[in-house]
């Protein structure tokens, strides 16, 4: 095994064990003060450290591990959503968290207000570093390109083409984030009320039909090649995947809208949330089982054959 291939393989490894931080928060602290509303209500606990470390540790892993193709567009644009789950919390109403006093103006729902100067800064240094960020992609891939039309000249025309290739994917997933960056920038900027009330929800939403749309195009057509198999199980496996997150996501949406998110045991809400983690590692399992064997998962595909007469140093 190759330090990349070591790498890679712990990077799928630690994904998972984001969702299992989270379950194991949530079970220490139900056992301490009860069972909550939602998964989400876990911010105002003790958990709160865990849940929003993991989820930014989640979405970095899942940026780099993003692949190819669609679905590398997909899952980069689930992994910048990914953060505006950890660090805009759920409104709560006066009572649903033990011990945190809610005083809303208007509505039954809000942010205490205790926490609000948290949210500010989480989200200006999301977008600023998300900023900063796209502008290094870009000005790296401009250099890639440019260097590997200089170092690679009088290669053949696969590799040529292959170099470019790595280029525009850089590329895509920088339009991608940005896109996503201007959306949440355009919200907190004009709409902070609205931004406030709904940005979680809607950016779990997002989130778990990105990971839904994976799984189809996975289902629908999965990519091959050396390492990456393309059973027929597999494929099935995707597709029950897909149904199974899209009927979870109507039901706890339809939940919410209709102001039955919490008012039965088993809270909706919790059990939705819950059953999409649920499925999150299910498609994390099969997406490791699918690549687990790519023998050059980050660059194979991207990067052109040396020339022939040139030594690799």
Do not use: K
């Given at each position: ?122 989200v200006a240094v999301y977008l600023i570093a998300g900023a900063l960020t796209v502008g290094v992609v870009v000005v790296l891939a401009a250099l890639g390109a440019t260097r590997d039309r200089a170092a690679w000249l009088g290669a053949d025309a ?156």
């Amino acid at each position: 095994m190759t330090a990349l291939e070591r790498t890679y393989r712990n990077g799928r490894i630690a994904i998972g064990g984001t969702v299992v931080l989270i379950g194991i928060a949530v079970v220490v602290t139900s056992a301490r003060g009860g069972v909550l509303g939602s998964i989400s209500a876990y911010y105002y606990t003790p958990a709160r450290n865990v849940l929003v470390g993991s989820l930014l540790a989640a979405a970095v892993a899942i940026l780099v591990l993003s692949g190819r193709g669609a679905q590398r567009a997909l899952l980069d644009a689930a992994a910048v959503v990914a953060p505006v789950i950890a660090l805009v919390p759920t409104p709560v109403r006066a009572g649903a968290v033990p011990g945190v006093a809610v005083v809303c103006a208007s509505g039954d729902r809000c942010l205490p207000e205790g926490v609000l100067p948290d949210v500010e800064v989480g989200v200006a240094v999301y977008l600023i570093a998300g900023a900063l960020t796209v502008g290094v992609v870009v000005v790296l891939a401009a250099l890639g390109a440019t260097r590997d039309r200089a170092a690679w000249l009088g290669a053949d025309a696969r590799g040529s083409a292959a170099g470019q290739g790595s280029a525009r994917g850089a590329l895509v997933s920088a339009g991608v984030a940005a896109g996503v960056l201007a959306v949440v920038a355009a919200g907190w900027m004009l709409e902070r009320d609205v931004f406030l009330a709904s940005a979680h929800v809607v950016a779990a939403v997002v989130f778990f039909g990105l990971v839904a749309a994976v799984a189809v195009v996975n289902a629908v057509a999965p990519p091959s090649g050396p390492g990456v198999p393309t059973a027929p199980w597999l494929r099935r496996s995707y597709g029950v995947l897909a149904v199974a997150l899209v009927i979870d996501l109507t039901v706890t949406v339809v939940a919410v809208l209709t102001g039955h998110a919490d008012d039965t045991a088993p809270p909706p809400l919790f059990v939705g949330e819950a059953v999409a983690l649920a499925l999150f590692v299910v498609f994390w399992v099969l997406q490791s089982v699918q690549r687990w064997d790519d023998p050059d998962p980050a660059v194979r595909g991207s990067m052109p054959p040396l020339p022939r007469g040139r030594v690799q140093r």
